[in-house]
């Protein structure tokens, strides 16, 4: 809407100059031309005169072009107090005409100054006349003094306001070409108004999308900020949660350190009874092997020991022999080929194992050293 506008005054601005244009078309009397020069003071640096740009006025149908001549410092043969200021006429003919010079006061237009010029002929490109407007008992040459001065108005910001107003005619055009124009500054005329009336309907319809937008946007807004407090919210439940768990696997990985110190102490005894189940297995291996020696020893002697082998009974005996041959019992005057006999097993093992078994016949002993050693070791 805001884009619309400028462009909608603008097209009323153009209709208007074009009624104008074609109203002044259709007039026939003459008119004054203003020109209206700013001079910059400052260019006056290094040089003693400036010209304006060229501007024209129409003497019936001929065009006339027109330049301002300014001295700011003036010439020693004129009046102080009369402006340095000159009109000039750029075309090789005479022309004869009124005009009137001015100097425009920019801080109070009523006290703006002029000198009218009546019935002078300029004969040729060159011929320039004046001079400007003039202050009695006041300088008009040589700033900063006199119209100078920065509080007298004529001069702000370092410019002064030159000007002239001169008659002319309008510019001559052929009637066919004249109603040719103004049909089409009617037409133009026309179409600018549809146009307006056509921006008009599309600035209220983009008027009203507008006011729909705005109200959609603020129904997302309000969206945005339930969504927002929603997120919030949830960001906190997770961050607790987070916490808690970080706070439950900080116990957890306690917990199995402490798991896991068992499990080594477990391994350790289950290893050390491993060990021990193998030496108590070695160990009765080797005492079936002893066993079975031992019984190979004994069917020996009980084939030494025959009856056909005893001695004669004698009044020591009063039973059968007994069955423990430790506990028999010979007189001096009877030997025998038996002999008591020490039988001695030496073995290499593993670190555990018995190295050394030793058997002992006559004397009803076997002594197993490892064996009594290890029965002073608690298994648990």
């Known amino acids: 809407m805001n884009s619309t506008q400028p462009l909608i005054v603008l097209m009323l601005w153009c ?3 074009l009624t104008a244009n074609a109203l002044e078309l259709k007039a026939s009397d003459s008119k004054a031309l203003t020109y209206i020069w700013d001079v910059n003071l400052d260019e006056f640096n290094g040089t003693n005169n400036l010209l304006s740009p060229r501007f024209t006025t129409w003497n019936g149908t001929v065009e006339e072009p027109w330049q301002l001549w300014f001295n700011l410092h003036g010439a020693s043969y ?6 340095d200021l000159y ?3 750029r075309k090789s003919h005479h022309v004869k005409i009124d005009f009137t010079l001015l100097l425009f006061n920019q801080k109070d237009e009523k006290d703006s100054a002029s000198h009218h010029w009546q019935g002078v002929t300029f004969k040729d490109s060159s011929t320039g006349h004046g001079t400007g407007p003039c202050f009695k008992g006041d300088l008009a040459v040589g700033p900063p003094k006199g119209i100078y ?4 108005g004529y001069v702000v910001d370092g410019k002064i306001k030159l000007g002239v107003r001169i008659p002319t005619d309008p510019i001559p055009i052929k009637p066919t070409i004249e109603l040719l124009q ?11 108004t549809l146009q307006v009336s056509n921006l008009t309907s599309q600035v209220e319809a983009k008027s009203n999308k507008i006011d729909d937008l705005e109200k959609t946007v603020s129904e997302q807004k309000k969206q945005i900020s339930a969504s927002e407090d929603l997120l919030q919210r949830s960001t906190n439940e997770l961050r607790e949660q987070l916490r808690r768990l970080e706070a439950d696997t900080k116990s957890l990985s306690l917990h199995v350190n402490d798991l ?13 009874l491993e060990r021990t189940v193998f030496q108590r297995e070695w ?3 080797q005492y079936q092997d002893l066993l079975q020696r031992v019984g190979m020893c004994w069917s020996s002697l009980n084939v030494q020991l025959r009856p056909n082998h005893l001695p004669p009974r004698g009044p020591m005996y009063e039973s059968e022999p007994p069955s423990d041959l430790n506990a028999v ?6 030997t025998t080929d038996f002999q008591p006999f020490e039988a001695t097993t030496s073995m290499k093992s593993e670190e555990g194992t018995p190295s050394d078994l030793k058997v002992e016949f006559g004397s009803n002993h076997i002594a197993d050293q490892h064996n009594i050693e290890e029965g002073r070791t608690s298994v648990f």
């Open 182 to 192: 103004l049909r089409r500054l009617e037409d133009d005329k026309k179409s600018l």
């Open 15 to 17: 209709l208007a100059v």
């Open 149 to 152: 001065a920065p509080g007298r």
């Open 87 to 89: 009109l000039v006429h």
């Open 283 to 285: 160990q009765i291996s």
């Open 260 to 272: 896991n110190k068992e499990v080594d102490v477990k391994l350790s005894r289950i290893n050390y």
């Open 329 to 334: 019992e010979f007189s001096s005057n009877h």
């Open 78 to 83: 004129l009046n102080k107090e009369c402006l």
